[in-house]
């Protein structure tokens, strides 16, 4: 009992050691965030500021509050739109079997491995050609992406419901339509949870699609936390504490549905 007990110990010193790697930019970042101006040195980046400044976070929210409000925007429609339409698809490829269905999800597992790069000239020139610009382009563009996630996603996780479950449903007169509506989307909500949580990271982290598909008076926060430096002299307090106000959301959203996402996966809505 005692060994056992040794080497869960041994086992947690390199994840420990990890996890503290892994979150020295966040102290960096949070340190010199209620830093003034002139305390902002590389040489003392590791130090506690001497006193808290909200002024920091006052001055980076007047700046960037425009650019958050238009994520918002973007992000919570692309998110519930990718999460709706791969809940449907997940439910007709699972358990809907018809002619060419196995051909169809694998194409449209396919779209996870396009990269963005290869893909930004066609999808401007295709955004500007049906006329669908700026924030609306560009949640479209993260719903079409996202599609092909949460299909995978939904559609494991309903193919491990037993079959009987929807056979009952049919004998006692419901259809397609009926048995998703009243059967299988109140069950749902662990696979709603991962990938709500999926999207919303995705959609809100996103710069490479934000700065080709927005101008000036629509970029998300992304593209505005990075058009905050200046030429010249840039306020590292200022900005650090505008990457803090950035980062918020999606840290929120983790915090507060964190469990729900591991329930969700221990569910099965990843399994293979």
């Given at each position: 009992?005692?060994?056992?007990?040794?080497?869960?110990?041994?086992?947690?010193?390199?994840?420990?050691?990890?996890?503290?790697?892994?979150?020295?930019?966040?102290?960096?970042?949070?340190?010199?965030?209620?830093?003034?101006f002139?305390?902002?040195?590389?040489?003392?980046?590791?130090?506690?500021?001497?006193?808290?400044?909200?002024?920091?976070?006052?001055?980076?929210?007047?700046?960037?509050?425009?650019?958050?409000?238009?994520?918002?925007?973007?992000?919570?429609?692309?998110?519930?739109?990718?999460?709706?339409?791969?809940?449907?698809?997940?439910?007709?490829?699972?358990?809907?079997?018809?002619?060419?269905?196995d051909?169809?999800?694998?194409?449209?597992?396919?779209?996870m491995?396009?990269?963005?790069?290869?893909?930004?000239?066609?999808?401007?020139?295709?955004?500007?050609?049906?006329?669908?610009?700026?924030?609306?382009?560009?949640?479209?563009?993260?719903?079409?992406?996202?599609?092909?996630?949460?299909?995978?996603?939904?559609?494991?996780?309903?193919a491990?419901?037993?079959?009987?479950?929807?056979?009952?449903?049919?004998?006692?007169?419901a259809?397609?339509?009926?048995?998703y509506?009243?059967?299988?989307?109140?069950?749902?909500?662990?696979?709603f949870?991962?990938?709500?949580?999926?999207?919303?990271?995705?959609?809100?982290?996103?710069?490479?699609?934000?700065?080709?598909?927005t101008g000036?008076?629509e970029?998300?926060?992304?593209v505005?936390?990075?058009?905050?430096?200046?030429?010249?002299?840039?306020a590292?307090n200022?900005?650090?504490?505008?990457?803090?106000?950035?980062?918020?959301?999606?840290?929120?959203?983790?915090?507060?549905?964190?469990?729900y996402f591991?329930?969700?996966?221990?569910?099965?809505?990843?399994?293979?």
């Amino acid at each position: 009992m005692n060994k056992l007990r040794l080497n869960k110990t041994w086992l947690y010193i390199p994840l420990i050691l990890m996890a503290v790697f892994y979150l020295l930019p966040m102290y960096v970042m949070l340190v010199t965030s209620f830093k003034s101006f002139a305390e902002v040195d590389l040489k003392t980046m590791w130090n506690l500021p001497s006193g808290i400044h909200f002024d920091n976070f006052i001055e980076a929210f007047s700046k960037l509050s425009p650019s958050l409000w238009n994520s918002f925007m973007m992000v919570i429609p692309a998110t519930l739109l990718s999460s709706a339409l791969g809940s449907l698809n997940g439910f007709i490829l699972a358990k809907w079997k018809f002619r060419g269905a196995d051909i169809i999800f694998p194409f449209i597992l396919f779209g996870m491995f396009i990269p963005y790069q290869s893909i930004l000239i066609p999808l401007v020139q295709f955004m500007s050609a049906v006329g669908i610009t700026g924030l609306p382009g560009l949640a479209m563009a993260h719903i079409i992406y996202g599609i092909p996630i949460t299909t995978l996603t939904f559609r494991n996780y309903y193919a491990s419901l037993p079959q009987e479950l929807l056979e009952a449903a049919k004998i006692d007169g419901a259809d397609m339509l009926g048995i998703y509506r009243w059967i299988l989307l109140p069950i749902s909500i662990p696979s709603f949870v991962v990938v709500l949580i999926w999207q919303f990271t995705s959609a809100w982290n996103d710069f490479l699609f934000a700065v080709v598909l927005t101008g000036n008076t629509e970029w998300p926060i992304t593209v505005a936390l990075n058009n905050m430096a200046g030429s010249q002299i840039i306020a590292w307090n200022v900005q650090m504490a505008g990457s803090l106000l950035a980062a918020l959301p999606t840290l929120l959203v983790y915090i507060f549905l964190g469990r729900y996402f591991l329930r969700g996966l221990l569910a099965g809505s990843l399994k293979g």
